[in-house]
Nanobody, 120 residues
Framework: QVQLVESGGGAVQAGGSLRLSCAAS????????MGWYRQAPGKQRELVAT???????NYADSVKGRFTISRDNAKNTVYLQMNSLKPEDTTVYYC??????????????WGKGTLVTVSS
């Protein structure tokens, strides 16, 4: 059984910073792409940032220059450093990972989400 556990969410004032972490555990052979998504109430889940196993990154236009995604392959962990936060960044953030299981099957996993609240 594979689990993704997020941490680091919380409340911050506009202009502040937060760092989200997501650790994958379980019967993992390797991890391909990892990423962060967010979903506001009544809206579709949207991509925030992704990072491949080789370290290539992709960002939503709304967070470019403010957020940085990184990963530690030895720890099966992905991070999202969020700077210059804005009230519109307020929502639940979800971790995602494409994991190669011990039987070589590849499955997409989601964390349960962590709430980020940015006050003006």
């Amino acid at each position: 059984q594979v689990q993704l556990v997020e941490s680091g969410g919380g409340a911050v004032q506009a202009g502040g910073s937060l760092r989200l972490s997501c650790a994958a555990s379980g019967r993992i052979l390797s991890i391909n792409a990892m990423g962060w998504y967010r979903q506001a109430p009544g809206k579709q889940r949207e991509l925030v940032a992704t990072i491949t196993g080789g370290g290539s990154t992709n960002y939503a236009d709304s967070v470019k220059g403010r957020f940085t995604i990184s990963r530690d392959n030895a720890k099966n962990t992905v991070y999202l450093q969020m700077n210059s936060l804005k009230p519109e960044d307020t929502t639940v953030y979800y971790c995602n990972a494409a994991i190669v299981n011990r039987d070589y099957s590849v499955m997409n996993y989601w964390g349960k989400g962590t709430l980020v609240t940015v006050s003006s």
